[in-house]
Nanobody, 112 residues
């Protein structure tokens, strides 16, 4: 069974940056689309950014121009670079491999 392990979350001040990582335990990583999602308290989980096996990306309107998704197939890892963070970015961030494999989540808190 494939496992995903997220890291890089934490507490950051508004305007700051964080980089999330998600490492997958599969040698077939390169054939999968990957996504980052987030869920704030009392809200539904939402797509933040996604990247296809070919490297095409798409972003939620709320993060365009601030967040960048990327992947390193040699390391079986997907990243989410988050810049100009806002308090409304506070959430648990999850990565997803394919359509049904989820990581355990990592907390991101943006607060002064």
């Amino acid at each position: 069974q494939v496992q995903l392990v997220e890291s890089g979350g934490g507490l950051v001040q508004p305007g700051g940056s964080l980089r999330l990582s998600c490492a997958a335990s599969t040698s077939l990583f390169s054939i999968y689309a990957m996504g980052w999602y987030r869920q704030a308290p009392g809200k539904q989980r939402e797509l933040v950014a996604a990247i296809t096996s070919g490297g095409s990306t798409n972003y939620a309107d709320s993060v365009k121009g601030r967040f960048t998704i990327s992947r390193d197939n040699a390391k079986n890892t997907v990243y989410l670079q988050m810049n100009s963070l806002k308090p409304e970015d506070t959430a648990v961030y999850y990565c997803r491999l394919g359509v049904s494999t989820w990581g355990q989540g990592t907390q991101v808190t943006v607060s002064s």
